[in-house]
């Protein structure tokens, strides 16, 4: 039996620090007070909101229902040969902790995902991924709690249907499951991967040779410099999805503006991906804002509360850069980060 808390303070779990509030809150830390959460739910016909640390978040209002963090714990490793380990996390561990518990123990794979902030169980919402790496690749099947039938079940990576910062748990299943733990398959052997230019160019002989320890490290070093920590300046990452692109619009744009970046998608070769950090900051959005909400300086894809913001604020501050993007370049901007209530397009 759980009781949530009324009228409930939000601020501290949402990583923009926005004052908004929760008309109920809880945290379960067991399958049984999490259905005991879904029970009052049901019988008190409220929205649910389920979320993590909430780093991937922005509260555009107070949330009228449940508001329902996930704070289950665990983690063990249930195969294991030469080769490689198949490692079960809960879905309230805390991502950065999991990647040094994997290192620690020598399962190897996840070093270019240090520091993201967040919980295991966001890991497969939005297919976490970040210099050269995304999450999908090491994720072997994800366990879910069907939230209408209350029902256990496992996903396999596949039914996942991972994509570039999405899943199913964005689409079709959207507020349908609940992510309970999530099975990864490491290499028991040292594998790295340091095909991402700026990784590599943090590293020794461009990363030849270099040690997962060694990758782990230049990792943090790398976010640490280039990223806003949200206890300090508010903030939840990326904002915005880097767009994909046609070839044939990608080379029209190209006639117009010769230096736009580009890269190839192995997947989908007649599809490029343009980084939307170039996009914002060649429209000159860097240090820009509307009342508390700004640009960051350093790195326009991140959205900072500099000043206070409310969450109109920042979303005033979205929608005209999703705007004077696309007067720009014709190019659609999609957020990347989570809108509760959900994001719509205006255009
Ligand atoms: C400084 C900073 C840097 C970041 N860098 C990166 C990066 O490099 N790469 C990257 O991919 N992301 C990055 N992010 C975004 C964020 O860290 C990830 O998306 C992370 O996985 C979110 O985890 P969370 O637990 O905070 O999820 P939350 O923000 O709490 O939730 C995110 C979404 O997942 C849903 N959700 C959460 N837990 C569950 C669950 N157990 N079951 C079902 N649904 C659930 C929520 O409803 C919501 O829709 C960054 C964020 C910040 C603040």
Redesign the pocket.
């Known amino acids: 039996m759980i009781t949530p808390q009324e009228n409930f303070d939000l601020q501290s779990y949402?990583?923009f620090g926005l004052r908004v509030h929760a008309r109920f809150f809880c945290a379960a830390q067991s399958l049984a007070q999490l259905k005991s959460a879904l029970d009052f739910a049901k019988q008190n016909a409220l929205p649910l909101?389920?979320?993590?640390?909430?780093?991937?978040?922005l509260l555009r209002e107070d949330f009228p229902g449940l508001v329902l963090q996930?704070a289950l714990r665990g983690i063990e490793t249930v195969a294991e040969d030469e080769g490689s380990v198949t490692v079960k996390a809960a879905?309230g561990e805390n991502?950065h902790q999991f990647v040094c518990h994997c290192l620690q123990h020598e399962y190897f794979g996840l070093e270019n995902?240090a520091l993201?902030?967040?919980?295991v169980?966001?890991?497969p919402?939005?297919?976490?991924?970040?210099y050269g790496v995304e999450v999908k690749d090491f994720i072997d099947e994800v366990t879910?709690l069907d939230i209408a039938t209350g029902d256990v079940q496992v996903m396999s990576a596949a039914q996942c249907e991972f994509a570039y910062?999405d899943s199913i748990?964005?689409g079709r299943l959207r507020a349908h499951?609940?992510?309970?733990s999530v099975s990864f398959t490491l290499h028991r052997k040292t594998q790295v991967n340091c095909s991402y230019q700026g990784l590599a160019q943090a590293l020794p002989n461009n990363g030849a040779n270099a040690s997962p320890q060694e990758v782990f490290a230049a990792v943090c070093k790398v976010?640490r410099e280039k990223?806003?920590?949200?206890v300090q300046l508010g903030?939840?990452?990326?904002f915005f999805k880097n767009p994909i692109i046609s070839r044939q619009v990608y080379t029209d744009l190209q006639a117009k503006w010769p230096e736009i970046p580009g890269f190839e998608i192995p997947q989908a070769p007649q599809s490029i991906k343009v980084p939307a950090a170039w996009l914002i900051d060649q429209a000159g959005w860097k240090g820009k804002g509307r009342g508390g909400a700004q640009v960051y300086e350093q790195q326009a894809l991140?959205i900072v509360n500099r000043h206070e913001a409310s969450p109109q604020d920042i979303e005033a501050l979205a929608n005209a850069i999703i705007d004077s993007v696309w007067q720009r370049y014709q190019v659609r901007l999609e957020p990347?980060v989570?809108w509760?209530p959900a994001f719509e397009s205006t255009q």
């Open positions: 949402n990583s909101l389920v979320i993590g640390g909430g780093s991937n978040l996930i879905s991502w995902l993201i902030p967040g919980n169980g966001a890991a919402i939005q297919n976490i991924g970040a879910v910062r748990f964005k499951k609940i992510v309970l976010r990223l806003p920590d949200p903030n939840a990452g990326s991140v990347e989570q509760v």
